[in-house]
C-alpha cells in the first residue's frame, strides 16, 4: 500500500512541525524529537515479512489498519507501549509525536474555515464533525421532516454509561409490514474513528433528500430497506469526540466482572488501555488469530463472546431482519474487506461473487479490494460473524485518510463524493454503499420466498443453530472452542394472498470453505395461536420457492 502523507489537505496547510514529524535513525525508538511520555504518538514499525506483522499483532499493540511498503503504523499511548515494542525487538519511525495536539490544530482549522467557507455539497452542507448530541439531533429531524420514509428505533441494549444507541431504518413506505432484503450499515466501532459516523448519517440523509428526485435512489427504496445505525460505540465515541480522550478505540469496560463505571473512569487517561475492542468480540472464531486475552491490549476481545452490549445490539438487530448485506465502516487504510480474517482460513464458499461485489465497491471508492487477512489477522469481527452466520454478505470499509482525526474535508467529504484527496475514486464512498445496496436488494445474491397466507396471520420464519469461537484456553486446562446457540428470526403480518419474502439463503457457509445444509422453519399464527401451520425449507442463494401456509386460515394449533 503506498504511504498516505498526513500533510494531504485539499487547500489547507497541515500543522505538523518538523518537532513532529522525526525519521528512523536505524536504531530501536530513536528519533530527533523525543516523544512526551504521556503523549498519544503515531508510529511506523518496520515489519519487511508477513511474519513479522502477525508478531507485531500479537504483541496487542494499538495497531492502524494501514500496511505499507514494509511497515504497519502503530499508535503507542504513552512511553509504556513504546517501552513494549522496544521490549519486542520493533523499531519505529515517530510519524506525529503528540496526536491530541495534531487533533486539535485539525480541527481548530476546520472551525476557522467553516466561518468563512460555504456550505459544503454533503446533504447536511457541514464543514465540521459532528459531536455525540448532533448525531441524536439529525436522526430524529429525518424522521420528524419524513415519518414516511424514516422510522426511528433504540436498541434494546443500554451501553455501559447508561447511554441508548440510536439508529432509524430507510425506506418507501417504512411502516409497511413486508417482505423486503435489508441493508445493514453500521459505524463507530471504534471510538476514535469519527469519519466513519460522519458518511454513514450523510448517506442517510442523501437517500432522505433524494427520494422522489433520483430515480435510483427512489426505486432502491421501494426494493428494499436500510438500517442505519452511525455510533455502535456511543460512549467512546463521546468521550473521544469530547477531547476527554481523543484517541480512544475500546468501550468503557474496566473490568470484565462488573459493568459499574463513571465517565470519569472511562475517560481516565490512567485507564486508556482497558475496554473491550467491540469488533472482536462477534461470537464466530472469538478468541482466534489477531485478538488478545489481554485487557490492557488494544485488541482485547473481552470476557466471552457478546459480552459487550454494543455488540448484543447488533447481533440481535441483524439476527431478527434479513440482512442481505451488512457494511461495517472503519479507516482509514483504504481497503474493502471481505472475510475470511485468518490467513489459515480458506476462502469462503462464496469467495468468487463476494470478490466481485467488492470490486465494484473498490472500484468506486479507488480503495484496495482484499480478503481481510491480507491486511492482518483479525478475529471476532462483524463482517465475519455476519457472513457465518446469516449467509448475507459481510463487508468492513476502510476509508482513506492518511489518520483518524484529518481535516473534514479530507476525511469526509472527499471521501463521500470521491474528490479532492481521494485517488483512483468512481464516486467515492457515497457510490459504493449505493452499489452495496443494489447488491442487498439484488435476488441474485439472496433466496425468496413466495408465501401464500390468509391476510393478518403472523408470519415468522427462524431458524436456530449451533457455532463456535476458536479454541480458547480453558479453566481445567488446554484449550477447546466454546460453542454457542446463534437464533435467526424475522416476522411480519401476512398482507393476504402470494406476496414475495427476500430471506437470506438457509444453506450457512461454513468456515472451511465448505457449506452446511439447514432448513428455514416458516410459521404461521392466527388469533393468538388457535391457528397454526409450518414448513421446513432448504434454499440456496440465487433460489425461488413457494410455500404454502393456506391451512393456517382455520384449524387448532396441534398439541
Known sequence: MATRSLARRAGLALSVTAAMVTTLLGTTGASAQPVDGDAVALLRVP??????????????????????????????????????????????????????????EVLAEDEAQARTLAASALPSGRNTYRTYADYGTDMAKLAADRPDL?????????????????GIEIAHN???????????????????????????????????????????????????????????????????????????????????????????????????????????????????????????SGTY???????????????DLASSRQVTSLQSVHNYGALVLRPPQQAATPLTADEIVYEQIGAQLADATGYRNIPSYQLYDTSGSTGEWSYFTTGGFGFEFELDGGNFHVAYQEGVIDQYFGTGSATNANGGVREALLRQFEAAANSAYHSRL?????????????????????????????????????????????PGGTFTWSVNPSIRPARDGSTITESWTVRCERKQGKAWQEVEVTIARGETKPVDLSRCAGGNRPS
Not at 301 to 315: D, L, Q
Open 47 to 104: 515489519t519487511p515479512t508477513r511474519a513479522e506483522v502477525d508478531r507485531l499483532v500479537a504483541t496487542g499493540a494499538d495497531v492502524a489498519p494501514v500496511r505499507g511498503d514494509g511497515y504497519v503504523e502503530v499508535y503507542a499511548h504513552g512511553a509504556a507501549d513504546r517501552q513494549a515494542l522496544e521490549q519486542a525487538g520493533f523499531g519505529y519511525d515517530v510519524v506525529v509525536a503528540d496526536l491530541a495536539e495534531h487533533t486539535r
Open 150 to 166: 424514516v422510522e426511528p428505533f433504540t436498541l434494546p441494549h443500554k451501553s455501559l454509561l447508561g447511554k441508548e444507541i440510536e
Open 174 to 296: 417504512v411502516a409497511a409490514d413486508d417482505g423486503r432484503p435489508v441493508f445493514l450499515l453500521v459505524a463507530a466501532h471504534h471510538a476514535r474513528e469519527w469519519p466513519t459516523a460522519e458518511v454513514t448519517m450523510e448517506f442517510a440523509m442523501d437517500l432522505v433528500r433524494n427520494y422522489g428526485e433520483d430515480p435510483r435512489i427512489t426505486d432502491l427504496l421501494k426494493r428494499a430497506r436500510i438500517v442505519v445505525v452511525p455510533l455502535v460505540n456511543a460512549d467512546g465515541f463521546d468521550i473521544s469526540r469530547s477531547y476527554l480522550y481523543e484517541y480512544k478505540r475500546k468501550n468503557c469496560r474496566l473490568d470484565d466482572a462488573s459493568a459499574d463505571v463513571t465517565p470519569g473512569q472511562c475517560a481516565d487517561a490512567a485507564n486508556h488501555s482497558l475496554g473491550v475492542d467491540l469488533n472482536r468480540n462477534y461470537g464466530v472464531n472469538w478468541g482466534g488469530s489477531g485478538a488478545s486475552a489481554n485487557p490492557a
Open 301 to 315: 476481545r473481552g470476557g466471552a463472546p457478546f459480552s459487550e452490549p454494543e455488540v448484543r445490539n447488533i447481533r
Open 450 to 494: 413466495t408465501v401464500s397466507a390468509p391476510k393478518g396471520a403472523r408470519l415468522t420464519v427462524e431458524k436456530e443453530f449451533t457455532q463456535a469461537t476458536a479454541p480458547v484456553p480453558q479453566p481445567g486446562g488446554g484449550t477447546a472452542p466454546i460453542p454457542f446457540t446463534s437464533e435467526l428470526s424475522s416476522e411480519l403480518v401476512s
